[in-house]
């Protein structure tokens, strides 16, 4: 778990179309590199990949504090029933972290809504393959014509399209728990 800028940082040089690590390793094995961000058809591939790495300790920590609340009794119970390992991970694993789950689709789905450091100190904001939403919103408040109107109205409806999708998102979870 890093700070978002330093996770940035650190992929910069394994991206780095020069000296960077992953263009050392093809050229370790006879393959060309790769213009790994600066390439239409991988920079935004390469941009998911950093925020993935960049939010899997956290999201790690809690989905192992969800794991650890679920009773060893279930297990065992199951395990007597000779349920498979499938059978208890579809039984016993899913239900019992079913809110935690749910909880952390919607999170990271608004995070994704809101990804800006990555795609910004990576490719800056005059690359098509990489402009984001917050980007976008950055891009006409401080570089385009400085329209900051317009940018907070990004925002806004930003704003309202996330709290319809999670309303609505809530209430279609809701339903199928108490169904």
Excluded at 59 to 75: D, K, S, W
Excluded at 135 to 158: E, I, Q
């Amino acid at each position: 778990m890093l700070p978002p800028i330093v996770v940035v940082l650190l992929w910069q040089y394994f991206y780095d179309p020069g000296n960077g690590l992953f263009n050392s390793i093809l050229s370790g094995i006879g393959l060309p590199p790769s213009q790994w961000v600066q390439s239409p058809d991988t920079a935004m591939v390469s941009l998911v990949l950093v925020a993935t790495w960049a939010n899997l300790g956290g999201t790690t920590i809690i989905y192992l504090a969800a794991l650890q609340n679920i009773p060893g009794e279930l297990y065992e119970a199951a395990e007597l029933e000779g349920a498979s390992v499938w059978q208890r991970v579809r039984h016993v694993t899913i239900p019992q972290t079913r809110f935690v789950l749910l909880v952390m689709l919607l999170l990271q789905i608004i995070s994704t809504m809101q990804v800006f450091i990555e795609p910004y100190q990576l490719t800056g904001t005059t690359n098509p393959d990489t402009i984001t939403v917050m980007v976008l919103v950055y891009r006409y408040a401080f570089t385009v014509n400085h329209d900051f109107g317009l940018a907070a109205a990004m925002s806004v409806v930003l704003f309202v399209v996330l709290a319809l999708f999670s309303a609505i998102y809530l209430r279609v979870t809701r339903e199928r728990e108490s169904a």
